[in-house]
């Protein structure tokens, strides 16, 4: 396994820039996810990693060894597609030993490979099928059984479960975790799903317009957002953002509460609701402040409140993100005790 | 009432189909129809539809000509132009489709704008060209002539297939170790089969059906079944169930190759037209 270094990572389509100046040092053995909006550059990162563009400028390097004009199977990394990219005229066994078969190595050792690999994934039974007649989450899997028999030194995936449906998700995203821990490899996972960089990341990129906002833990992300924008990317509903002038804060600029962490109670802020979606174990209610602006509201259970009722809110202040002007968190040793009744 | 009208219309379309198809096919049904008739039957000013069908005319052609040997050559220099056609445009539409520049476009646009040159445009530097190489009345020469030809087309038409396949696909074997030629071979000619089939279909009935460069390049030794046709409007004047007769026999491989291969060709022609 091994670790992977960007060192002012640079590339260009034209004028148009698309990574700019990116510094990233990928641990071994950790799962990093790359998370983004469309177009941030995220999906292009990896494909400078895994040689398939080139680099403008900066440095990559894989294990100390600078990579960046090393062709792409030579750098010891193998990439799972979003479109799984399968040969449609091979047959599953055949897909998994292809690149083997280019490297020389001999049938039976191939072979033996394909056999683990299918045995990992559950692919016994469908070594000698087609890919047209495999389902979306076994094609998946024959993806990944395609990069585990490289025995990579890192593996790359972009975006493998975004052609999945929504349950399927949920399990290969499981199944991925626990082959990450079986295999302890390194691996750079690209996704614009927040969800999945939560539940699967060691440590997450933030990206955004080609730099990187944040990097760290999931719960880091979640605690400690260093800007407006990482703040409202990671959590799910997304992180209300009020005028600070609000809850009468004279250093910040804007303040940002996740809803989760917004209580209903005799006394507060005056809301209106105006719909309240039930989730069955959680409900999100949408309301409007007095003052125009909407806020989401996150509460247990099944909530009773209907549209139109008027409502209070309280927010715990040790939840309250404070922002300046220019988006960038102010550290929370200027966080003033906040109390309800100043709200 | 509706009913009745929607069967009315499909007998109408129908019609109207068969109507266009006989007169499309009409040229050839008349020619294979006066190839089975005497010579008196077939310059009769009132055409018999009805009239006992002979061989003679068969008989006659094959005496006077070496019908094989033009076959031959026909089969030669269609099938070797097109694979000698396809050794370049593989290459050259595989560029084009994954490794695209901002010229590609004009390029395939400028190469098509060639077939648009009446052919005579070219013929002395040509004819010139083919004397000091020794070229004329060679099968080489007309095969280089027909490859060179049709290359456009089959650049073009093999750039639309090459499209067609994922770009992440080729991808994945530059992942897995494949240098270009391993990309072309093992990936992108398996995949795109089909359209290299029916480009090639169309290549050798082009290549089959060319006259100009066959009349005026070759005489005797290299001569295709385009020039076995033509040698029977000369000299000894107009001949038209003999010549019916050699017209069939020249055409007939080509026609039972596009009948058995329709479906191929229709698929290969309207590629990317509809979805």
Not at chain 1, 244 to 268: C, F, K, N, S, Y
Request: some cysteine; glycine content about 6%; proline content about 6%.
């Amino acid at each position: 396994m091994a670790t992977v270094e960007l060192k002012q990572i640079r590339k260009s389509y034209g004028d148009h820039e698309i990574i700019r100046g990116i510094d990233l040092t990928l641990n071994d053995q950790e799962l990093t996810v790359f998370v983004g909006p469309s177009g941030c550059g995220k999906s292009t990162l990896l494909r400078l990693i895994a040689g398939l563009e080139d680099i403008d400028s900066g440095d990559l390097l894989i294990d100390s060894l600078r990579v960046n004009d090393i062709a792409p199977a030579r750098r010891g990394l193998a990439l799972v597609f979003q479109s799984y990219a399968l040969y449609p005229h091979m047959n599953v066994a055949e897909n998994m030993s292809f690149s083997m078969k280019l490297a020389g190595i001999s049938k039976p050792e191939r072979d033996a490979k394909v056999l683990e690999a299918a045995r990992i994934l559950h692919l016994e039974d469908l070594l000698d099928r087609k890919p047209k007649d495999l389902s979306g989450g076994q094609r998946q899997r024959v993806a990944i059984g395609r990069a585990i028999v490289r025995n990579p030194k890192v593996f790359l995936f972009d975006e493998p479960l975004s052609n999945l449906d929504a349950a399927l998700r949920v399990r290969m995203r499981l199944e991925l975790t626990t082959l990450h821990r079986k295999l302890a490899a390194t691996m750079i996972y690209v996704t614009h799903d927040q969800v999945e960089a939560m539940t699967m990341a060691d440590r997450i990129v933030v990206l955004n317009a080609g730099r990187v906002e944040q990097v760290g833990t999931p719960m880091e992300l979640y605690r400690t957002p260093r800007n407006l924008f990482v703040a409202g990317f990671i959590g799910s509903p997304k992180m209300n953002f009020l005028p600070a002038t609000l809850l009468a804060d004279p250093h910040a600029h804007t303040v940002g509460i996740r809803p989760e962490h917004i209580g209903v109670a005799d006394e507060g802020l005056p809301a209106t609701v105006q719909l309240v979606e039930h989730l069955g174990s959680e409900s999100y209610i949408h309301a409007q402040l007095v003052t125009g602006e909407p806020i989401t509201l996150r509460l247990n259970g099944e909530s009773t409140l209907t549209p139109d009722q008027t409502i209070h809110l309280t927010f715990d202040p040790q939840h309250v993100h404070r922002f300046d002007h220019e988006g960038n968190a102010i550290e929370p040793v200027h966080k003033p005790q906040l109390k309800n009744s100043q709200l | 009432m509706a009913a009745s009208n929607k069967i009315t219309r499909k007998l109408a379309m129908t019609a109207v189909a068969w109507l266009v198809a006989l007169v499309i096919a009409f040229p050839a049904l008349w020619l294979i129809l006066t190839s089975f008739k005497s010579e008196t039957e077939a310059i009769s000013r009132v055409p018999h539809l009805f009239f006992t069908p002979t061989l003679t005319n068969y008989a006659a052609v094959q005496q006077q000509a070496s019908y094989l040997h033009f076959a031959a050559n026909s089969v030669i220099v269609s099938v070797g132009s097109t694979l000698f056609a396809l050794l370049f445009a593989i290459p050259s539409a595989y560029t084009m489709a994954f490794a695209p520049t901002k010229s590609t476009r004009s390029t395939l646009l400028w190469m098509l704008s060639t077939k648009m040159m009446p052919p005579v445009g070219a013929l002395v530097p040509v004819y010139l060209i083919f004397r000091d190489l020794s070229l004329l009345d060679t099968r080489t020469g007309l095969l280089l002539v027909d490859a060179l030809a049709n290359l456009p087309i089959l650049i073009w038409m093999l750039y639309t297939f090459f499209k067609e396949v994922p770009r992440e696909v080729l991808e994945a074997g530059r992942m897995d170790g494949a240098g270009p030629l391993r990309e072309l071979w093992n990936l992108l000619l398996p995949l795109s089969l089909p359209g290299i089939v029916s480009t090639s279909l169309l290549a050798i009935i082009l290549a089959w059906n060319e006259a100009f460069w066959s009349l005026t390049l070759t005489a005797a030794k290299a001569a295709p079944l385009t020039a076995f046709i033509a040698s029977f409007s000369s000299p000894e004047g107009l001949f038209y169930a003999k010549l019916s007769a050699a017209s069939t026999m020249a055409i007939a491989p080509i026609l039972i190759l596009g009948w058995l291969s329709q479906k191929q060709l229709v698929r290969g022609l309207t590629f990317g037209a509809v979805k």
